[in-house]
């Protein structure tokens, strides 16, 4: 089966932790995006990579870093310093030439500061 | 920074009837698509539509693009309970490197 896995599905943090969220594709995408969501909101990008080993910020990267060492594994790891993470966080791939853009989406991680 | 809006933010309506949601952006874009997501769930894609072209169909969706007043619009015909759910444009800017943008959604329910 093809597709986007991210895990885990629900994830707890206690304030001061870092934790990764894990997102694998076996599309043989070259983009890969992640997103956070918050209750009744919009998307918003938080890195983004079109390459191995490239990455770009987003709109809202502080507190945020991701690594791309392997084309199908794009991990994001939510440090301490980022204040408010309890939120919805979705990860997507694509291809990159301009006929092949659409999304394709995990079914997130629900990640909560306890 | 959000590159969409969708319009209305909330849309409720009966089963048999049409959806029309809008959304507009500010900078010169590559494509623009649709998604939905329901509650709790990853995002599905729609359609596509490129800069170039101007209405495009995939079944019960119909989506226009009037790069003039940087506006698209998502029109579902003869809606179904099930097409209750989120509905996102996005934008691919040109010149972007591949970053996708999202507006803040439209909630659309069907009522039975």
């Known amino acids: 089966d093809g597709g986007i896995t991210q895990s885990p599905k629900y994830l707890f943090r206690k304030e001061g932790q870092n934790v990764t969220l894990s997102c694998e594709q076996n599309?043989?995408?070259?983009?890969m995006y992640w997103y956070r969501q918050d209750p009744g909101q919009g998307l918003r990008l938080i890195y983004y990579?079109?390459?191995?080993?490239?990455?770009q910020k987003g709109d809202i990267a502080e507190g945020y870093s991701v690594s791309r060492e392997k084309k199908e594994s794009f991990p994001l790891t939510v440090t301490s310093a980022q204040k408010n993470p309890t939120a919805f966080y979705l990860c997507?791939?694509?291809?990159?030439?301009?006929?092949?853009?659409?999304?394709?989406f995990g079914q997130g991680t629900r990640l909560t500061v306890v | 920074s959000q590159q969409g809006e969708e319009d209305p933010q909330a849309l409720s309506i009966q089963e048999g009837e049409n959806a029309t949601m809008n959304c507009s952006y500010k900078?010169?874009?590559?494509?623009l698509q649709w998604y939905r997501q329901n509650s709790g769930r990853g995002l599905v894609h729609l359609i596509l539509?490129?800069?170039?072209?101007r209405e495009k169909h995939s079944g019960r969706l119909r989506v226009t693009l009037d790069t003039s007043k940087k506006s698209s619009s998502l029109l579902i015909t003869a809606s179904r309970a099930a097409d209750t759910a989120s509905y996102f444009c996005?934008?691919?800017?040109?010149?972007?490197?591949?970053?996708?943008?999202f507006g803040k959604g439209t909630l659309l329910t069907v009522n039975p």
């Open positions: 900078t010169s874009i590559n494509n």
């Open positions: 599309l043989n995408h070259d983009a």
């Open positions: 996005a934008t691919l800017r040109e010149g972007s490197n591949y970053k996708l943008t």
């Open positions: 997507a791939s694509s291809w990159t030439a301009p006929i092949h853009t659409e999304a394709f």
């Open positions: 539509i490129r800069s170039n072209e």
């Open positions: 990579s079109q390459i191995v080993n490239d990455f």
